[in-house]
């Protein structure tokens, strides 16, 4: 990861000199850089209750990541605002469940992995009229996983400018390797061979509200729709008399999450930003969120947010644990994120803002170090701790 800091802030100093060239001038017909964030975490986590496994087992993972996300700016000739993002993000991980689909751990292609994933947005404000065009695509690949998504979205500001209404749709069209427990692959009734094909589709809606200076609400739902194969084919279900099966899900699932965002500022020091979300949908789950981050300004250079989320589930219908399922079932599935439980993470993270830039670059203007530990309620377990560096 240093090697790869070194790398970006070197690039950081070459788009500070070009910027420096553009400085004090109208908005610019050209394309300009706005603004470039790296992001890089180390995750780790450990539980024994893994899906591979039949919900029992060994769930040790840890994942290095790096991304960065670079924003371009051009204001075309009727002077609207046009965004373009490009996102780049590498995902490296090793897990000790995963290997276990040979039952040999530390000794197949499974046990680590890596994930690529890049996505190109653009949006379109026109600032006198208070809308916004957006479209964007990405992939997502990785051995056995990959995924196209593409989305489009508009957006529009009320009049007095102090609400705005967003709606946007999404699809991922993916296909899954259909990577079978080894001891399956003879089974004439079990597919391990090639690939089959999962669709998402996502309707979003959101308004956002300025109710007075310190006060600000917005409200957002989706109405999602995965229609393909939804199970995992390397997810392990033992039943009661001993015998393994591949884990069986439907063909179809709907879902509905809605929420609601708060924030609070308490004069210029201290933000409180809240976060309510219920979920549910047709395979019997249902959840609550609550999100509270609390921004406090220890100077004009330094701050720090302490966190705090709590997370309730009810399991889905499929759901039941290791040698509980029957022949008489016809869906079924041991893996205990459909499960039952509750979830605490809290952590807290720390930004720098200096004056004069990092590093002695002027426009590398912010460094956030931010730190959270997970825990659920059937033993889980993770630690996540994650860098970002802003040039603006």
């Not at 290997?99 to 996505?119: G, Q, V």
């Not at 992939?139 to 979205?153: C, L």
């Not at 310190?214 to 008399?241: C, I, K, W």
């Amino acid at each position: 990861m240093k090697k790869v800091i070194i790398n970006i802030i070197a690039l950081f100093g070459f788009f500070n000199a070009h910027a420096q060239e553009n400085a004090n001038t109208e908005p610019s017909k050209k394309l300009s850089l706005d603004e470039i964030n790296l992001v890089s975490s180390y995750y780790k986590q450990d539980g024994n209750n893994a899906a591979v496994t039949g919900g029992v087992g060994s769930e040790k993972l840890t994942d290095i990541s790096n991304s960065i996300d670079v924003v371009m700016v051009k204001y075309d000739k009727k002077f609207r605002k046009n965004k373009f993002t490009f996102d780049l993000g590498i995902d490296h991980y090793t897990s000790a469940s995963s290997d276990m689909i040979d039952l040999k751990a530390n000794s197949s292609a499974s046990s680590a992995d890596t994930r690529f994933y890049p996505s190109l947005g653009w949006s379109r404000e026109n600032e006198s009229k208070g809308s916004t065009l957006m479209a964007g695509v990405s992939y997502s690949g990785e051995y056995d996983y990959q995924s196209m998504g593409a989305n489009i979205g508009f957006a529009q500001k009320t009049p007095n400018r102090m609400g705005e209404f967003t709606a946007r749709f999404q699809t991922f069209i993916d296909q899954v390797s259909m990577i079978a427990p080894i001891e399956l692959r003879e089974d004439s009734s079990v597919q391990s061979t090639g690939t089959s094909g999962r669709n998402t589709f996502a309707f979003s809606l959101s308004y956002s509200q300025i109710i007075n200076k310190n006060f600000q609400l917005e409200l957002m739902t989706d109405a999602v729709q995965q229609t393909g194969y939804l199970s995992l084919p390397f997810h392990r279900v033992y039943f009661t008399d001993g015998s393994v099966h591949q884990e069986a899900l439907p063909d179809k699932r709907f879902k509905l999450p809605v929420g609601i965002r708060a924030n609070y500022f308490f004069g210029d020091k201290i933000i409180l930003r809240s976060y309510y979300r219920y979920y549910t949908d047709d395979w019997g789950l249902k959840s609550h969120t609550i999100n509270i981050e609390t921004p406090v300004k220890i100077s004009p250079f330094l701050s720090v947010s302490p966190f705090y989320r709590y997370y309730s589930q009810s399991g889905a219908k499929y759901f039941l644990p290791n040698q509980q399922h029957t022949n008489f079932n016809n869906f079924y599935t041991s893996n205990y994120d459909l499960s039952t439980f509750n979830s605490h993470f809290y952590g807290a993270g720390i930004r720098i803002n200096p004056k004069n830039g990092l590093f002695g670059i002027q426009r590398l203007n912010m460094l956030e170090i931010r730190y959270g530990h997970y825990t659920k309620s059937i033993g889980m377990k993770s630690d996540i701790i994650s860098l970002n560096l802003r040039f603006k």
